[in-house]
Structure formats: structure tokens, C-alpha cells
């Protein structure tokens, strides 16, 4: 069986890496034994800071998947240093709201110094999964540069007006704080899925929307032209998984971004917003939280299967039997 996962940062690691433990631990009558997992991970967020390309939501995969993560923090790498930031601030060449580890710089020279060579994003990341076992393979959504951008919403404090900013600055410095009028994807129109994307879509055999933001995450993505179509174009059930437990989300900010949409922040809002596949919209099936079970009734009723299970990936186990639920719940809709 092929299993592919549209993800974005931490929220998607966390799923991508329970999926390939449910994988490691199915027996050999499970469906689940052997299974290939292919991630299409979110590009939106990329930038470019101090000619260094910077990929927040792939490097979160890359570094959950590779055990070289910092679980406690809840992002970068485990045991880093910051030499190297204090010397960019102390030249200015980063503002002071956003540091760059110095191991985490490894990987953007890296990546940086393959770009620079002539390779693709997609060879590129190709090349940064090679140092570890990944055990899953990683695809970026496209290999063109799709820039995310915050319409800062009224005049509230000096900081706001009536302009555009980054959304690393939004969302790092401001903390989503600054109120949000919309997104707007700079590049987007110029954008196509990767190839990697593409063929891995093409041979799912399951596909899932991992509990990432639904906006900058996976709203970026299907904002791709072609993705949603490559996503919907073949039978295979396609199955998300809310990010929003009992009204809020979990370790995130994605009210801000939901607001900005005029989406409410609600598990059964996200599923509408998602909309049905039938109906030109991405889902065949959507995962509630057990908080939620009382939202599945409605979700049926306009056509979505549904189903309540426990949502929060406190650990491996969770996240891995969260993900066997979710692959379980797609084939049950393919039979
Ligand atoms: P980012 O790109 O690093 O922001 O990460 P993602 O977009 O992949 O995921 C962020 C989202 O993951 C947040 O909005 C949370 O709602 C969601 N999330 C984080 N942990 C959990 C969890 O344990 N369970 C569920 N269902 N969602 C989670
Ligand atoms: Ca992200």
C-alpha cells in the first residue's frame, strides 16, 4: 500500500512520524505492513534570510523524522547552539525576532549552496533526506517560490495599517497578534505541484490531509494550481484529520490565521471550509476529536463520513494509533 500525506510543520511531523510507526508496528496481516509513505510538505512558509533559503515546515519533518529535533522546545534541533545568530544580529543581517541555530544554519548553507549550484528544491530536499533514515519520503508541494504574505488589517497600534508583511514576521514577531485581513501567496499563480507531489498522488492508494494549519499549511498547497486536482483526480479516499480539538488549536496559532479567513475555529467549520470532494472540495472523510463526537451527526448529514477518535498526539503511541485510525477509517471508505 502507498500512503500519501499533504502536511505542513510540526503538526505534520508529529502525524507523518506516529503513521511511520504504525507502519513499523503492524503485523503482517495488517494492510498497514509495509506500507510506502510519501509526504507532500508545505513550501508556503519558506523565505530567504541573510542568502540563506530558510524551509521552516520541511526542516520540521526533516529533523522530527531524523530523532534531531528538540522534542521539549517543540521545534529546531535538539542540543543547538546560537554563536553564530548572535553574531548575524550584532551585523544586523537578521532582525532580532528571528534566530538561526547554528547547526540549523548547517542545513540552510547546505540547502543554499545546492540551490546555488543549479539544483531544484525538490533535488535538494531529495539530498537532506539522504543523511538519515527517514523511513518516509519527503516532497516539497512545489519547486517554485511561493511567498506567504499577511494583509495587516486596520490601524490598531503603530505597528499595523493598511500593508503587507512577511509571514514569518507575523507570525514570529507578532506572534499572530498584529489582526490579519487575508494571506496572499506572491508566486502562487506561476506555481505547479512537484513532480514528486504529482507521483506520489498519482500511486496513493490512501491519501491524508495531516492536522496542520489549514490555512498557511494546507490552504497554501491546494492554493497551488493543479494540486487539488492532482489530489481529487484519482479514487483514492481521502481523509483528514482536524487540527482544532473541542474549538481551539493544539500547540498552534492557527486562530489568527483562521479568523483571517472568516473560517470559525471549529473541527466540523474546518471540514466545510475543506469542502467535499464530490463537490469540487478536497475530503471524502474527516477525523473529529472525541470532544467533537457531537459534530459528526452534522458532518454526515452534509455528506462528509465522520468519525470521533482520540485526537491529540501526546506521544508516539498516540500519534501512531491516530494515524492507523485515520489509514483504517480511508480504506473503509474505498471498500
Ligand atoms: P506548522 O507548519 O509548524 O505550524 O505546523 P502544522 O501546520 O503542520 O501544524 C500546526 C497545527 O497542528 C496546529 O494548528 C495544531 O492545531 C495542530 N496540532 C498540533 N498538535 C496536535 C495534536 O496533538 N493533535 C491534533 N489533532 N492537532 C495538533
Ligand atoms: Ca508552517
Known amino acids: 500500500m502507498r500512503i500519501a500525506v499533504i502536511a505542513g510543520g510540526v503538526g505534520g511531523a508529529r502525524f507523518v512520524r506516529g503513521l511511520r510507526e504504525a507502519v513499523r508496528r503492524a503485523s503482517d496481516i495488517d494492510p498497514l505492513a509495509g506500507a510506502a509513505i510519501d509526504v507532500i510538505v508545505n513550501t508556503g512558509d519558506d523565505w530567504w534570510l541573510a542568502g540563506l533559503r530558510i524551509t521552516p515546515d520541511f526542516d520540521s519533518m526533516l529533523y522530527t523524522l531524523s530523532g534531531q529535533n528538540d522534542e521539549q522546545r517543540g521545534w529546531g534541533r535538539v542540543g543547538e547552539s546560537e554563536r553564530v545568530a548572535g553574531e548575524l544580529q550584532a551585523w544586523g543581517v537578521t532582525p532580532e525576532w528571528f534566530t538561526l541555530g547554528d547547526l540549523d544554519l548547517g542545513t540552510h548553507i547546505a540547502r543554499t549552496s545546492w540551490l546555488r549550484a543549479g539544483e531544484t528544491p525538490s533535488q535538494v530536499a531529495a539530498r537532506l533526506q539522504q543523511r538519515w533514515e527517514l523511513g518516509v519520503r519527503l516532497h516539497p508541494a512545489t519547486d517554485q517560490e511561493v511567498d506567504t504574505h499577511v494583509i495587516i488589517a486596520g490601524d490598531r497600534g503603530a505597528a499595523a495599517g493598511s500593508r503587507e508583511i512577511h509571514f514569518q514576521e507575523w507570525w514570529t514577531r507578532y506572534r499572530a497578534a498584529l489582526p490579519a485581513a487575508g494571506f496572499v501567496q506572491h508566486g502562487v499563480d506561476r506555481a505547479v505541484p512537484s513532480e514528486g507531489a504529482l507521483d506520489a498522488l498519482l500511486d496513493a492508494d490512501v491519501i491524508l490531509v495531516a492536522p496542520s494549519n489549514p490555512v498557511v499549511s494546507i490552504g497554501t498547497q491546494l492554493s497551488i494550481p493543479g494540486m487539488l486536482e492532482a489530489i481529487t483526480a484519482e479514487p483514492a479516499p481521502i481523509v483528514g484529520v482536524s487540527p482544532i480539538i473541542g474549538g481551539a488549536s493544539v500547540r498552534g496559532m492557527a ?46 448529514a452534509d455528506g462528509f463520513a465522520a468519525r470521533a477518535v482520540p485526537l491529540w498526539m501526546r506521544d508516539l503511541d498516540t500519534a501512531a494509533a491516530l494515524a492507523s485510525e485515520a489509514v483504517a477509517f480511508a480504506l473503509g471508505l474505498s471498500s
Do not use: F, K, S
Open 255 to 300: 486562530e489568527a490565521c483562521l479568523a483571517a479567513i472568516g473560517v470559525a475555529v471549529d473541527a466540523g467549520a474546518i471540514a466545510r471550509h475543506y469542502g467535499l470532494r464530490r463537490d469540487a472540495g478536497l475530503l471524502d472523510g474527516w477525523l473529529v476529536a472525541e470532544e467533537d463526537a457531537a459534530l459528526v451527526d452534522g458532518l454526515e
